[in-house]
């Protein structure tokens, strides 16, 4: 039985981190957040420790150091810039560290956690769960077994609606989330290169405050891609159903659904990185990599190969006048 820490407890996934400590055969020793809406706990770990003041959970994690329930594990769902700092501490109390995606905003972040994982000797792991969803493996294997020389061509769209309250919340702040791209994208454009191969060329259609459109050349694939929160961007058939969010990868013409099988996604992560085969830093430089280049690039416009959705009218910012 492994001993864990948590960094994030009042987010949106830290439940599928609980969950996945519990259901590997660990234990949840103690927990931060600022806010304390944490009631979930109760769920899996009541006797947890649960602290407000970051101080004062450094200080207790220190103590723990120094007994029989040293913490193993840190678990990390903070807000995206500050995931480095984060990963760190864990890092420095000699615990090894699970952080979601994405696990930095910029890719020499990742150098210098290499460094900080030499001086301790212990290791970073991403949570990349469309690695181990069913269907992405299988098409990985698919295209792994395909024409050597093939270049497929696809198109991604991810829509999933938001209200004002994301652009009061640090998500809406460029320089805390990463945009658009980096905070609902990432994980995207990791299994996309996991698949298809690294990217050769990269172009940026549109990179607004709801949504962000571009093509990518791959290795293997021609893709083109959108992303977006605002619900005006929803396929018609979308909207008359009610629905809020859309996913879609399609490959030749033909969908690939993996919109179900995400509930033991984590689990199953953690099951791997306590075996010994979860993905480190390496394994995420190239999401990374990519993101930051999106955040960096200037946009083309409606030019060239892009995705139908991107030419849906933009919209103002909810709070400009």
């Known amino acids: 039985m492994k001993n864990f820490a948590l960094i994030g407890a009042a987010g949106y996934i830290a439940p599928r981190h609980m969950k996945a400590v519990k259901d590997t055969g660990n234990i949840l020793l103690a927990a931060y957040d600022k806010f304390d809406s944490v009631g979930v706990m109760d769920s899996y770990f009541p006797e947890a420790d649960f602290f407000t003041e970051f101080?004062?959970?450094?200080?207790?994690?220190?103590?723990?150091?120094?007994?029989?329930?040293?913490?193993?594990?840190?678990?990390?769902?903070?807000?995206?810039?500050?995931?480095?700092?984060?990963?760190?501490?864990?890092?420095?109390?000699?615990?090894?560290?699970?952080?979601?995606?994405?696990?930095?905003?910029?890719?020499?972040?990742?150098?210098?956690?290499?460094?900080?994982?030499?001086?301790?000797?212990?290791?970073?792991?991403?949570?990349?769960?469309?690695?181990?969803?069913?269907?992405?493996?299988?098409?990985?294997?698919?295209?792994?077994?395909?024409?050597?020389?093939?270049?497929?061509?696809?198109?991604?769209?991810?829509?999933?609606?938001?209200?004002?309250?994301?652009?009061?919340?640090?998500?809406?702040?460029?320089?805390?989330?990463?945009?658009?791209?980096?905070?609902?994208?990432?994980?995207?454009?990791?299994?996309?290169?996991?698949?298809?191969?690294?990217?050769?060329?990269?172009v940026v259609h549109i990179h607004t405050h709801d949504r962000a459109a571009g093509y990518f050349e791959l290795e293997k694939a021609r893709v083109r891609w959108f992303l977006s929160i605002n619900s005006d961007t929803l396929p018609d058939h979308v909207k008359t159903k009610g629905g809020k969010t859309f996913r879609s990868l399609s490959m030749e013409g033909e969908e690939i659904e993996f919109s179900d099988g995400f509930t033991e996604l984590h689990t199953h992560s953690y099951q791997l990185i306590l075996d010994g085969q979860g993905f480190g830093l390496e394994e995420a430089m190239p999401s990374i990599q990519i993101v930051h280049d999106i955040r960096h690039m200037k946009s083309v416009g409606l030019k060239g190969d892009y995705h139908p959705l991107a030419a849906v009218r933009l919209a103002k910012h909810p709070f400009e006048n």
């Not at 450094?58 to 903070?78: A, F, G, P």
């Not at 864990?90 to 460094?115: D, F, H």
């Not at 098409?139 to 198109?155: H, T």
């Open 55 to 202: 101080e004062r959970f450094d200080r207790h994690v220190e103590k723990l150091k120094r007994t029989e329930e040293k913490i193993d594990y840190v678990s990390i769902c903070s807000p995206n810039y500050l995931h480095d700092s984060h990963i760190r501490f864990g890092l420095r109390v000699g615990a090894n560290v699970i952080c979601e995606k994405p696990l930095v905003l910029n890719p020499w972040n990742i150098e210098a956690l290499k460094e900080v994982e030499n001086d301790h000797g212990t290791k970073v792991f991403n949570i990349l769960q469309l690695r181990l969803h069913p269907s992405i493996v299988a098409l990985k294997k698919r295209i792994e077994e395909g024409p050597k020389d093939k270049i497929y061509d696809l198109d991604l769209a991810y829509i999933t609606s938001r209200g004002h309250w994301y652009y009061t919340s640090w998500k809406g702040d460029v320089s805390k989330s990463g945009g658009i791209a980096t905070n609902i994208g990432v994980h995207f454009f990791d299994m996309l290169t996991w698949v298809f191969g690294a990217v050769k060329k990269n």
